[in-house]
């Protein structure tokens, strides 16, 4: 089962295409992550699954709807994203930003209701910021803002959730933090999760599926122990190294020899 697929997107920034004919599926309740060179199109990929950028040809449907005919609210509640770098208004306070990804849910005559409040708390809880609620966004380290962002996209409570590089500026341990968050909340309530990372043994260690993008066009999919080889790594990303099953996860572990890239 698909959750979103996109087929024969031309995707394009003015006169400069990123990508043609890029077809791609993401499996329903599964932890999709994205990985590829800088500049391979991962994140114009999730623009466009986002509705951010409009293809220039193709489209892209979640659960078989074309996304152009959903209302904002609608694909809001289906859908959220979180995109690489995000800009919180001056002055606003963590439990404010927080609040506004509950917008989808609320009604005109209702702007706030309980369930709000509950998913309001149970995403501050989930990802440690419960403490921070008055503070405001512009006296936090960069990694608890970044923990600020992620906790408005779980209060969005979308079954779709779509993040773009989220463990930058955390230290290993907040990366992991944010990582087991996500596989529990695909684990235990089904949530369709797709992440961008550039760290391929984080990326092995957590996708059900890996989609591996070169030059605005999937190289390869699947599972990672299936994909992630050594002869691809040297023709997708420059690299000599190893692949080894890792001795306590089981998963693929990733061991850089050298760059070819000189």
């Known amino acids: 089962m698909t959750a979103l697929s996109a087929q024969n997107l031309t ?10 004919n890029l077809d791609v599926d993401i499996p329903a309740g599964e932890v999709t992550v994205i990985v590829g060179p800088n500049g391979c199109g991962k994140s114009t990929l999730l623009r466009a699954l986002s509705r951010l950028l409009t293809p220039s040809e193709g489209h892209v449907t979640l659960d078989g709807d074309d ?15 979180l995109p690489q770098s995000s800009q919180a208004p001056p002055g606003i306070t963590v439990g404010d930003l927080v609040a506004r990804g509950r917008f989808p849910h609320q009604r005109l005559l209702q702007q706030w209701s309980v369930d709000d409040q509950v998913a309001l708390e149970r995403a501050m809880a989930a990802t440690g910021i419960t403490d921070f609620v008055d503070r405001g966004v512009d006296e936090l380290s960069g990694g608890q803002r970044q923990r600020v962002w ?5 209060a969005q409570n979308a079954p779709v959730m779509l993040l773009d590089e989220p463990t930058t500026f955390l230290d290993i341990a907040h990366q992991l933090d944010v990582l087991d968050l996500l596989a529990r909340l695909n684990k235990e309530e089904g949530r369709t999760v797709v992440v961008v990372l550039h760290d391929l043994n984080q990326a092995a260690r957590y996708a059900d599926h890996l989609v591996i993008m070169s030059n605005g066009a999937v190289a390869v999919h699947g599972p990672p122990a299936d994909v992630l080889t050594e002869g691809l790594l040297g023709d997708v990303f420059g690299l000599d190294a190893r ?6 996860l089981g998963n693929p572990l990733v061991i850089p020899i050298a760059s070819r890239m000189r």
């Open 11 to 20: 995707l394009a920034y003015d006169n400069r295409t990123i990508s043609r």
């Open 67 to 81: 996304i152009r005919r959903l209302g904002g609210k609608e694909f809001a509640r289906r859908l959220a994203l």
């Open 150 to 154: 992620v906790a408005m996209l779980l």
């Open 243 to 248: 692949v080894i099953v890792d001795p306590v």
